[in-house]
């Protein structure tokens, strides 16, 4: 009976012995035969797409955008997210374009980082060049008439007749002398206007009949057309819902009186992300309407905004 047990069991040591010094085979994959099944890292998508869809096809193929390979599924998915993208992604701003050029001035000026003057200049340059490629359409106005001999009498006239007046008025102040208070010099002011009403209102006569003449003279403007009903109503509906944001804005700074810095800024963000689809549809509606008005009113004697 012995001699049965050992060789048995000395058998047994020697195959377990065996098997484990034998190479383990590579796991293979049973959807590609004859491949190696290899850990795939999986790859990273933009957190604004959201989560792939759970459910996928067992297919294997190569996937847009450089995500490496997967399913078809993940292929259309990850396709109809990179076309959303593009639809969305904001225009390529180009730096030599002179309507940029312009809006940079612009703002460059509104920021205090260049001058009024060099602004001006920099932008009657590049408006004229934009005019000359046919660019821009430059506001065609009716010239000024020339003034008539007779208004330019009355001009010289009160011109005169107030520098006289301001003469004579300085002249009583500077009586009073360096020391005088304020009070005196008002007094003074005060009683020269009182014995030379006369005088004022002569001056005030001539400035009146002055702007009659030219007024008189002035080419008529250009008449503008009536908004059509459909535009009055767009008009009408979009000022109904900035004076909508306008009271829930007011009623907002009124909360923020007695919140604390913490609160206001925790309101402040509640706020904008409440607000925010309401703010962009104003703001695309009211470019809508800005654009329709435009091309039914503005024509080139009336142009005000070309930009």
Do not use: C
């Not at 403007?221 to 009903?229: G, I």
Request: proline residues 6%; hydrophobic residues 30%; charged residues 45%.
């Amino acid at each position: 009976m012995k001699k049965f047990i050992i060789p048995t069991i000395v058998s047994l040591i020697l195959s377990a012995f065996a098997f484990s010094q034998e190479k383990q085979k590579p796991e293979v994959d049973s959807s590609i035969p004859g491949k190696k099944k290899v850990e795939v890292e999986r790859p990273r998508f933009p957190t604004h797409w959201g989560r792939p869809p759970e459910i996928q096809l067992k297919d294997y193929r190569p996937l847009p955008g450089g995500f490496g390979m997967g399913s078809s599924t993940l292929a259309s998915w990850i396709k109809e997210n990179i076309e959303e993208d593009a639809k969305n992604e904001k225009p390529k701003v180009d730096p030599k374009d002179p309507r940029n050029i312009e809006k940079e001035t612009l703002q460059a000026l509104k920021e205090g980082k260049i001058s009024k003057d060099d602004a001006q200049k920099k932008l009657t340059s590049l408006r004229k060049e934009m005019a000359e490629k046919g660019d821009r359409k430059l506001p065609k106005r009716p010239q000024k008439p020339e003034l008539s001999e007779e208004v330019k009498e009355k001009i010289a006239a009160v011109k005169e007749l107030e520098k006289s007046i301001h003469t004579e008025m300085r002249a009583k102040v500077e009586e009073l002398g360096k020391d005088a208070s304020r009070e005196e010099i008002k007094t003074a002011v005060e009683e020269f206007k009182e014995s030379n009403k006369e005088r004022f209102e002569e001056i005030k006569e001539k400035h009146s009949s002055i702007r009659e003449d030219m007024e008189a003279n002035r080419p008529p403007k250009p008449e503008r057309p009536e908004l059509t009903a459909a535009l009055k109503s767009k008009v009408d509906a979009l000022k109904a819902k900035q004076k909508e944001m306008h009271e829930a804005q007011k009623k907002l700074h009124q909360n923020l009186k007695d919140a604390t810095k913490d609160e206001r800024k925790e309101m402040i963000t509640d706020f904008k992300e409440a607000n925010k689809e309401k703010h962009e549809e104003i703001k695309a509606q009211a470019k809508e309407v800005k654009k329709e008005i435009r091309e039914l009113v503005e024509t080139d004697a009336t142009r005000t905004s070309d930009l």
